[in-house]
């Protein structure tokens, strides 16, 4: 079963150009959900970014459980870049060097799914 998860966020106005340079940049995380015995369990099925104004929503749809794929993806080299390459440009600085601070920035930022509809259901 796929797992959606969306997370929003602003930047400083008149840095939108750079953003956009940072996320088309960024390499590939490993879409083989590991464990920190590294384990598979789950997948990353695919990442989708939106930008409006210097509103930016970034959405995943993944295997597995959000607990496992948190901090799968915070063990990424390319994460790890892009989030430090970003975090220069947020209009709310956030604290990702500690497993605390990094679901602080989470369960704020996190939006909740409404509806989710596939043309095979």
Known sequence: MTNYFAITWTVKPGSEDKV????????????DVKDADGNVVGKLVSTQVFMKGNRIV??????????????????????????????????????????????KYFMETAMETLINRRWDD
């Open 20 to 31: 956009k340079e940072a996320f088309a940049n960024y390499g590939r995380p490993d879409h």
């Open 58 to 103: 970034r959405a995943i749809e993944f295997e597995g459980s959000i607990m496992d794929l948190a901090p799968h993806m915070g063990r990424q080299p390319a994460i790890i870049a892009l989030e430090n390459e970003i975090d220069k440009y947020l209009e709310e600085p956030r604290d990702m060097s500690t497993p605390e601070g990094a679901r």
